[in-house]
């Protein structure tokens, strides 16, 4: 079978590919914006350009059986767009409904689409989400993926593609992007975080289960035309996650009680209410679909990866000093 990779070059799309170039039977075909990317072995690398409505993915789309998309822009700090949302939907929606066009006509048989679990929204309350939870996203980001999973919907119904939604929370490893990656320079550096007073339920997936899952639904027939929310199974709190990560570098974690209306106050004089959120409110989900559907289940616990996310980071860091 020849599956093509969108975003090869990503945090998950690199994993993704390693992953897949295991098996034999299958022909790995990846896409980036410019020519010359390293790629692991069996795994040929088509550059596209950048990903919008006028992309041309014919040649990558040469007698591919399933595409995983997951070229996307995502959460961009300091964004100095003018139309940030505008900026989102011309590469998630009108990017990810331009290849599935393309697709559809190439004769692919099944579409995988990675979109977010900030679709949902960005903290539960008093449930878990689960594939019947409506919808509510706050950002920009989050919008535009449900946007481009309504337009897949519409534009695949009544075909012969099949289409399989996959909603992750925050994925993690030692060299994860982003918030994590500041999360974990700052468990590195000792600072005092003032957490050990949180008590929220976080669900995160760790990069190795998600990698896992969707090469599962690569083949598996359950998957056809299903949304799925992915996580590790076990919920933790921040503090956990600090924890975790700093045995992992064996250190010892450094948490002030700093009582949780100070800490939310102290974000909303800084205008970081939507780091408050993420750090300590909670956000879990219902990934039981996954579960009794295909069978699936995590095969690291994220006490289990987050410790080893911890061992890998200081070995990134130790390697780049």
Known sequence: MKILVTGV???IGQSLVDRLAVNQD???????????????????VIPVGDVCSSTNWSRALQDVGVVVHLAARAHVLGDSSLDPLAEFRSINVEGALTLARQALDAGVKRFIFISSIGVNGSYTSDKPFNES???????DYAISKLEAEQGLRVLLKGSD???VIIRPPLVYAGHAPGNFAR???LVACRVPLPFSAVRNTRSMIALENLVEFITLCIEHPAAANELFLVSDGVDVSTTDIICYLA???????HLLPVPNFLIRYGASL??????????CGSLAIDSSKARDLLGWSPQVTPEQALFKAGQDYQQIVALRS
């Open 133 to 139: 939870s409506i919808p509510a996203p706050h950002a």
């Open 161 to 163: 593609m099949e289409l």
């Open 247 to 253: 045995a992992g570098m064996s250190l010892k974690a």
């Open 183 to 185: 999360l974990l320079k």
């Open 9 to 11: 070059t990503g945090f």
């Open 270 to 279: 800084l205008g970081k209410q939507a780091v408050y959120t993420q750090l």
């Open 26 to 44: 299958y022909c790995i075909w990846g896409t980036a914006r410019r020519a010359g990317v390293k790629a692991p072995k069996r795994v040929s």
